[in-house]
């Protein structure tokens, strides 16, 4: 599975928006870029993700670079309950890999101030 | 989103014994279950995936022995840590993913706490 690069940590202010880089310069044609997040002492959450195209729904966006090396999930408004470690993952999903797995590197550990 | 549940949510045992971990998929079918364990400030770490009705594949380094994984239904997997012992302390989560060609569908249980004394 192709690895990605994330920062240690970041923070962000209430209700501002928050950007979240993921660096994989070693993607592969048939790799999703999918997200999630983990609030502390529970399992991941979905959050969202994308192929090729910038994608939107309720909880994020995620803004995909032209050549899919780097992607941004984007927080419009950032609250206090969006402190989590975010991570950033690629997915094989091609029928040969049988839909592949998620192998979680480090993440982002998002902290949110008042 | 589907739901994952897992049972027990917390468990305190002493060391030498077996402890069952259940993971069930409430809403849909699940072809494939995926086990991970988390230490303290760590990251997941996937341990087997496990397919209903076939053997379950362990990752690199992980006791297929110590770590038995049973996926019997399409809706349940279970999770047995034999002899357990302290260093087996952990957060062990279970996520199950929707079958193709819906891939990208996974989803994540709430997690099993396990001490060993």
């Known amino acids: 599975d192709a690895k990605t690069t994330q920062p240690n940590s970041m923070e962000s202010n209430e209700e501002e928006p928050v950007h979240l880089p993921c660096n994989h310069s070693t993607i592969s044609g048939t790799d999703y870029i999918h997200w999630y997040r983990q609030l502390p002492s529970q399992g991941p959450e979905y959050v969202i993700h994308?192929?090729?195209s910038n994608v939107n729904n309720r909880m994020a966006s995620l803004a995909i670079a032209e050549d899919r090396k780097s992607s941004t999930l984007i927080l419009h408004r950032a609250t206090l309950r969006d402190a989590a470690v975010y991570y950033c993952i690629l997915r094989d999903v091609s029928i040969y890999n049988q839909g592949g797995k998620l192998i979680f590197g480090q993440g982002t550990e998002l902290s949110v101030k008042p | 989103g589907a739901v994952v549940s897992q049972h027990p949510s917390r468990v305190i045992c002493k060391s030498g014994t077996s402890v069952k971990i259940e993971c069930r998929s409430l809403d849909f079918q699940a072809t494939t279950m995926f086990w991970y364990r988390q230490f303290p400030k760590q990251s997941l770490m996937l341990m087997a995936t496990?397919?209903?009705?076939?053997?379950?594949?362990?990752e690199q380094g992980v006791e297929k022995d110590k770590f038995l994984i049973n996926h019997a239904s399409l809706t349940l997997s279970t999770l047995t840590v034999t002899s357990a012992h302290p260093e087996d302390s952990s957060f062990y989560i279970c996520?199950?993913?929707?079958?193709?060609?819906?891939?990208?569908?996974?989803?994540f249980g709430p997690g099993t706490r396990l001490t060993v004394l």
């Open positions: 994308g192929l090729t």
């Open positions: 996520s199950a993913r929707v079958p193709y060609p819906s891939y990208n569908e996974q989803f």
């Open positions: 496990s397919n209903e009705g076939s053997k379950a594949t362990y």
